[in-house]
């Protein structure tokens, strides 16, 4: 037989999680170039999930390790390396002057961030402030932003709402190259469409008595 090649040791795992009132959650595991889809009704914890894993809502009780470190361990800083998120309103994302300056942060060539803004159709808006865009260009302008810091892991909460078909398109080919080169996806979206271009694996958040 062929030998076998060791499977790549999991991104993330979280074990028995509870915040206060919300039904405990599912254990996860995460691997690098998976997408899994976090599905349940309004309320039940998804976007909580997220902001646990990304270090901004400390869990009641149980553990989450990324890249086998627990992130209690960890600063917030520490964790946005590793950890992008794209926040549902972007409003509290966007901090520069220029939509160019958004994505071009330290670190970040002019031509990776000329690339991205191309990519999700937000060139000729470059030197516009991001608040002047409208609700679905800052969305992809925010996506954009955390996508050029190269995170291992992406937690997007909603964030197609508001897209037309084009652009909707533009933001599902930008995410496709990330797990195609190995970054891992974690989202929340009440759009079937998604999960099925994005070749997502369900995960029911939010039922009572498992």
Partial sequence: PLPTSPSPPPLLQTHSLTLHSYPPYGDLTLYPGETTLLKGDNGSGKTTLLRMISGLVKPTAGSIDLLGCPIVRQRIVEIAQTVGFVFQNPIHQ???DTVQQEVQQP???????DGILAQLNLKERAEQHPQSLSQGQKRRLA????????PKLCLLDEITVGQDTQSLQLMLNLLQRFTGSGGTLLLTSHDPAVAKALNAKIVEVGKKGR
């Fill in 107 to 113: 670190g970040i060539s002019a031509s990776t961030a």
């Fill in 94 to 96: 966007l901090f520069a």
């Fill in 143 to 150: 996506l954009g932003a955390v996508l050029a810091r190269q």
